[in-house]
């Protein structure tokens, strides 16, 4: 049995995104904070509970990971991870333009 591979553009994503989710760690944000600013919960079930940061250090290590969903309907967790970390750095990156807007504005 072949264990299922990922399409380029997901690979793509994931690539972009751990590379982004690096940057911000290098800039001071640790995993753990970045997991609860991006929203992430932790995900529980009768024999564990994975913290948000532990989630977050799981789907980085490989791209193939956490890509399944156990019922309908709901979204596989690296897809979860992917949509509110694109989310986080969307509204990081508003909020670093809007404070560095009015300085660049000065030399117009």
């Given at each position: 049995m072949q264990t299922p591979t990922i399409d380029?553009?997901?690979?793509?994503?994931?690539?972009?995104?751990?590379?982004?989710?690096a940057d911000e760690m290098a800039r001071g944000f640790s995993l753990t904070r970045?997991?609860?600013?991006?929203?992430?919960?932790?995900?529980?079930?009768?024999?564990?509970?994975?913290?948000?940061?532990?989630?977050?250090?799981?789907?980085?290590?490989?791209?193939e990971a956490m890509r399944f969903n156990r019922n309908?309907?709901?979204?596989?967790?690296?897809?979860?991870?992917?949509?509110?970390l694109e989310k986080w750095f969307s509204e990081l990156d508003a909020e670093r333009a809007t404070q560095t807007a009015p300085a660049a504005a000065q030399f117009i």
């Amino acid at each position: 049995m072949q264990t299922p591979t990922i399409d380029a553009s997901t690979e793509a994503r994931w690539e972009q995104l751990t590379a982004r989710l690096a940057d911000e760690m290098a800039r001071g944000f640790s995993l753990t904070r970045i997991a609860i600013e991006a929203g992430l919960s932790a995900q529980r079930s009768h024999l564990s509970n994975t913290q948000p940061a532990d989630r977050l250090r799981a789907w980085t290590v490989d791209p193939e990971a956490m890509r399944f969903n156990r019922n309908a309907g709901e979204l596989a967790p690296a897809e979860e991870i992917e949509q509110k970390l694109e989310k986080w750095f969307s509204e990081l990156d508003a909020e670093r333009a809007t404070q560095t807007a009015p300085a660049a504005a000065q030399f117009i």
